[in-house]
């Protein structure tokens, strides 16, 4: 069956950095355009980055932009979410998750309605 386990988060110093990994099994990552989201406490899950199946097009939320970059491993069916110069407003608990489609919808940015398949998250915390 389809998984998705995320890995990597903890906790880092403001301006540090951490690479999230997102394990998937049970499809083929190539076919399928794959999220990154986050939540903050009190706050709605919302997307951070999309890479498109087939063509690796990534997309980022203006929030990360320039300090995140996601990417794909199609060999160990994974895929990755690097963050530097990490920031407080970062923290939250990062989830992935499969699209339906082959390709980021829209202007790239995940939607949680574009998604069926959800990892149970990693929390990354920001602080000194």
């Known amino acids: 069956q389809v998984q998705l386990v995320e890995s990597g988060g903890g906790l880092v110093q403001p301006g540090g950095s951490l690479r999230l990994s997102c394990a998937a099994s049970g499809f083929t990552l190539d076919y399928y355009a794959i999220g990154w989201f986050r939540q903050a406490p009190g706050k709605e899950r919302e997307g951070v980055s999309c890479?498109?199946?087939?063509?690796?097009?990534?997309y980022y939320a203006d929030s990360v932009k320039g300090r995140f970059t996601i990417s794909r491993d199609n060999a160990k069916n994974t895929v990755y979410l690097q963050m530097n110069s990490l920031k407080p407003e970062d923290t939250a608990v990062y989830y992935c998750a499969r699209s339906r489609y082959t390709y980021c919808s829209g202007y790239g940015i995940p939607t949680p309605g574009d998604m069926d398949f959800w990892g149970k998250g990693t929390l990354v915390t920001v602080s000194s």
């Open positions: 890479i498109s199946g087939r063509s690796g097009s990534t």
